[in-house]
């Protein structure tokens, strides 16, 4: 390979870096530590979840828990009167046996009687107030994905979820290499005139640590060029990055660039910064070697602009910034009472950045490993309008968010596969959300699986009916089986849907707008079945992992969805019909290369590998992409 020697040139600092590291290969390695030392550290691969949280059905709040059809006709004129037998007294936290109720009322919503009894004058709901198995943390679930910066907030998910050990970059060990006749180092030699006392390399230790390396000190290196050429060479195979303090400019003395073109290659010398031009930045056997100038501020500077970023790149940890301000995504309803912290997700669309909320309960833990950052609600405000502009502060860096392709739509386990390969930030609010975040430009993409209900068609109908007046894009996905995930066994021997009407099922649901949702009033319709017969059509849940949940922890006895779920939840399935799960682009970005990167992703043999190891799914085209014309 020809050497390449730009001498004392003068390099804008951005294209320099482009330059350097467009020229070395970064090998990188990876250990297990103990969780309890992760924070700070970036995982190298996706961690699972090994136990779901919580691990019993457990009561929300403070109160009495019961069957709801004990108060289902309670009002201000129609009170219930409840006696001891009717009720368990229970408080938050407690486990709760679901053969003795199925809701838990507040205390401060009940009217204590004198003789201890208790009036009610509202009713409840199933499933109120009841935290169910795995409601935070489902086993098998991604906890956290790869290269992702552990966080404190990150610890609770993964203590949660029985990670006791995990995989991470390994830290880079770094080489200080001081050189000079005249340095001295007053930690290991005495004081002596007309000598420099050497304090770049303890300003470089400090520097490296905070950045993410480990940094070693080595033994100061006279002026005598077969001695650095030696010193190099050794360093090189033992370290992954040199730093070689002085002698990187033009003197008689300034060895550094010398040796490094001799038993390595020089890429670049001399940047447009001042102070601290001359800094070197090359490679010995494929490690970079960065020369910086002697003088403290520029040396300071030097480490600053070029090992700062050379080791965020080796080891994905970046700074974090304060505050952001972003429009809201979608509204939130808060309480006169206090004020609210709300854990959100941001991504940027043009020029401003999107805040979605996450789920708000106290004990979902993912919400904080899963945030970007924290809104405050002043107990002043009664909620936030969408649209609204808010201030947000920060959780992750925003060089991390800002790359991020943004998936608002339906829930699918393809989406943590596809988020393990890809910067993907994912909210799941079903695929008439994702439609709707389309339409307001608040996405790049939108899973969908949405059935016609007159064409037995899937998603392009729902495009037109909703984009009358644009020509969209949508790229095919994966095709998937969906059915009735039932108890392990199937011990009430159901078949189909209209079985679980018949033997009066306690059924939960997916929420309005969710494809899964739309398909099964479809069936409903088609088979000339009530909805209003079905017991627990209105308990709703986000995610398939939480249906199949419901049904492991006896809240729900069937639910609607895909049979990976079902797998992961140990229980039955019974295919009913396979679908289509596409992403709707918005029109804005079809053409920008996040879109083209995701769609060579679809199709690439990687997620094909992928693919087959889950049950329930096929490929059939994927990363094909139908131009939708609008009816103009």
């Not at 070197?280 to 020369?291: A, D, E, R, S």
């Not at 790359?403 to 829930?411: A, D, E, K």
């Not at 399935?573 to 799960?581: D, R």
């Not at 029109?587 to 060579?600: H, L, M, R, T």
């Amino acid at each position: 390979m020809s050497k390449r020697n730009i001498y004392i040139d003068n390099i804008d600092v951005e294209l320099a870096l482009e330059k350097y590291f467009s020229e070395i290969s970064f090998d990188f390695k990876s250990e297990k530590i103990s969780v309890l030392d992760s924070v700070g550290r970036v995982t190298y691969k996706a961690v699972y979840a090994n136990y779901c949280s919580p691990t019993y059905a457990a009561s929300a709040m403070d109160g009495i828990f019961l069957f709801s059809e004990k108060i289902k006709e309670a009002t201000e004129v129609t009170p219930v009167y409840l006696n001891e037998n009717d009720f368990k007294y229970v408080n938050t936290g407690n486990p709760l046996d679901l053969s003795l109720g199925d809701c838990v009322v507040m205390i401060e919503e009940l009217i204590e009687l004198e003789d201890g009894n208790f009036k009610s004058i509202k009713n409840a709901k199933p499933w109120q107030h009841i935290r169910p198995i795995g409601e935070d943390i489902v086993a098998g679930e991604m906890l956290i994905k790869s290269n992702h910066k552990i966080l404190p907030q990150d610890l609770g998910a993964l203590i949660t979820g029985g990670i006791k050990e995990i995989e991470v970059y390994k830290k880079p060990m770094v080489a200080i290499i001081p050189t000079g006749d005249e340095v001295i180092d007053i930690f290991k030699e005495e004081f002596k005139e007309k000598s420099v006392i050497d304090c770049n390399s303890y300003i470089f230790s400090a520097q490296i640590k905070e950045w993410g390396g480990i940094p070693h000190i080595q033994e100061k290196l006279k002026d005598n060029y077969n001695e650095m050429k030696k010193k190099l060479k050794e360093l090189s195979k033992n370290y992954d990055v040199l730093v070689v303090n002085a002698g990187s400019s033009a003197g008689s003395k300034d060895y550094t660039k010398n040796v490094i073109e001799e038993i390595g290659e020089v890429i670049i010398h001399g940047v447009a910064i001042k102070p601290g031009k001359p800094t070197i930045l090359g490679k010995i056997n494929g490690k970079p070697v960065i020369g910086i100038p002697g003088y403290p501020v520029s040396a300071y500077l030097a480490m600053d602009i070029f090992m700062k970023p050379l080791l965020e790149k080796m080891t994905n940890i970046f700074n974090v910034e304060n505050f952001i301000e972003g429009k809201l995504g979608k509204s939130i309803v808060s309480s006169l009472k206090h004020k609210e912290l709300v854990r959100v997700t941001l991504h940027k669309n043009k020029d401003e950045y999107i805040v979605m909320p996450l789920a708000r309960g106290a004990g979902i833990t993912t919400s904080l490993s899963k945030a970007d950052g924290i809104l405050e609600i002043s107990k002043s405000v009664e909620g936030i309008g969408l649209g609204e502009r808010v201030k947000v502060r920060l959780l992750k860096p925003l060089k991390e968010i800002d790359n991020n392709l943004v998936s608002i739509g339906s829930h699918d386990i393809v989406m943590d596969l596809i988020g393990d390969s890809i910067k993907l930030c994912s909210t799941h609010v079903g695929s008439f959300g994702g439609i709707l975040a389309i339409k307001q430009r608040n996405t790049d993409i939108a899973p969908i699986h949405m059935l016609d209900e007159e064409s037995g068609e899937y998603n392009i109908s729902f495009i037109k009916k909703y984009f009358p007046s644009e020509d969209m894009m949508l790229v095919k996905g994966v095709e998937r089986i969906q059915g009735l995930i039932v108890q392990k066994g199937n011990p009430l021997n159901l078949k189909e849907i209209k079985d679980i009407l018949e033997k009066n099922i306690k059924f939960v649901n997916r929420q309005r707008g969710s494809g899964t949702r739309i398909l099964l009033d479809y069936w409903l319709k088609d088979e000339n079945l009530d909805y209003i017969n079905l017991k627990g059509y209105d308990y709703e849940v986000a995610t398939h992992l939480d249906v199949a949940m419901a049904i492991k922890n006896g809240t729900a006895e069937a639910g609607l969805g895909i049979m990976e779920a079902a797998k992961i939840a140990d229980l039955d399935f019974i295919p009913l019909a396979k679908e289509e799960y596409d992403f709707l682009i918005n029109p804005e970005i079809k053409n920008s290369e996040k879109i083209k990167e995701f769609i060579k992703f679809l199709k690439s043999d990687f997620l094909k590998k992928k693919i087959e190891s889950l049950d329930g799914y096929s490929l059939n085209k994927p990363g094909e992409v139908i131009e939708i014309k609008c009816s103009r």
